[in-house]
């Protein structure tokens, strides 16, 4: 099992440039989970998806940042018109919770760091 | 609001000394809670989960913790501390099974000889 992987493990944009991040969840894994880690913000929830379907996305702002779920292998978070502030260690994580309690372990990925020049 | 606070930005100890890392949380019910640890540039790893039952909950490293309902509170301890437990520690709650977690802003602990 090699875990959740996140590609790439670092990117630096250029100021307005998109940037993509993916995210390969735990085979068998039903949802899917991303936050954002910064120094002055810490860890925030950003989306997360079940079985494909986008749940709550109630952390991601509104403008410029989107994610999908296009099959239950990967997931990308895209950010466009990337900003000096959007740079953040983003970290996906899988779970296999279908609301079971004692399924619900979250496996997080090593993220990806995004700088923003 | 539902919120996770952990008091102690930093702390020092002595190897072989015991830890303890407070987390308070403020939820309408009683969440899910976690304890994570983060070495340098690295993913979140799972010390230990409580989702009900006995307050003491038992993880890797022998670390444990303890959930207290009456104090909202979810301390993690370790009776002796190792260097290599020199790390970022973070408490989460999660309102429901299977949502997101919330997290403390983390307490980094620093294990000196």
């Known amino acids: 099992n090699a875990g959740v992987i996140q590609t790439p493990r670092h990117k630096v944009t250029g100021k307005g440039q998109e940037a993509t991040l993916w995210c390969e969840p735990i085979s068998g894994h039903s949802a899917v989970f991303w936050y954002r880690q910064t120094i002055v913000q810490g860890l925030e929830f950003l989306t997360y998806f079940r079985n494909q379907a986008p749940i709550d996305d109630s952390g991601m702002p509104k403008e410029r940042f989107s994610a999908q779920m296009p099959n239950q292998s990967h997931s990308t978070l895209k950010i466009q018109s990337t900003q000096p502030q959007d740079s953040a260690v983003y970290l996906c994580?899988?779970?296999?919770?279908?609301?079971?309690?004692?399924?619900?372990?979250?496996?997080f990925g090593p993220g990806t760091r995004l700088l923003v020049l | 609001a539902q919120s996770v606070t952990q008091p102690d930005a930093r702390v020092t100890v002595s190897e072989g000394a015991s830890l303890q890392l407070r987390c308070k949380y403020s939820y309408s019910g009683t969440p899910y809670l976690f304890w994570y640890v983060q070495y340098q540039r690295q993913g979140l790893q799972l010390l230990l989960k409580y989702y009900s039952g006995d307050p003491v909950v038992q993880g890797v490293n022998g670390f444990e913790a303890e959930f207290s309902k009456s104090d909202s509170s979810f301390h993690l301890r370790k009776a002796s501390v190792h260097w290599s437990d020199s790390a970022v520690y973070f408490c989460?709650?999660?309102?429901?099974?299977?949502?997101?977690?919330?997290f403390g802003t983390g307490t980094k602990l620093q294990v000196v000889p």
């Open positions: 989460a709650a999660e309102a429901d099974s299977g949502t997101y977690q919330r």
């Open positions: 994580a899988s779970s296999s919770s279908t609301g079971g309690a004692y399924q619900d372990t979250q496996y």
